[in-house]
């Protein structure tokens, strides 16, 4: 293993640096781009690829989940490498569907220092806080 890590330092290093700065340029972009609303129950999601074609609906949805799933390893990653890893991770959940993921994502949400980040990063982009919903609400 340390033979490995040996050959493919300047791989790693690489790795960790375009992780870093995408980490600094996407995640914020996301965090602004998400609706305030995300995490309240009445919220409906997906209503505007209900009215694509079938094929252009499957593909967005494959290329949406593939996304979620390369920035959660990102963020997981990032969590040893240099990096906005939790961040990260909920982004990536964001983008992901599977069983329980509203649950995991308002546990990661409902962290104080995670919300403060999310809305600092929402206010630099003149967004609105994230609402909540009441139960969640520390």
Known sequence: MLDW???NQA???TASVVMFVGGLLLVPW???RMPADYFMPERRSGGTWRTRHPLVRS????LKNALGVALTLAGIAMLVLP???ILT???GLSLVEFPGKRRLEMHIVQRPTIRKALDWIRA???RPPLQLPPAAQH
Do not use: F, S
């Open 59 to 62: 593909l967005l949805h494959v």
């Open 5 to 7: 890590l040996a050959e």
């Open 124 to 126: 630099k982009g003149n």
């Open 30 to 32: 996301l965090v602004i």
């Open 89 to 91: 991770i909920l982004i």
């Open 11 to 13: 791989w790693l290093w």
């Open 83 to 85: 990096g906005q890893g």
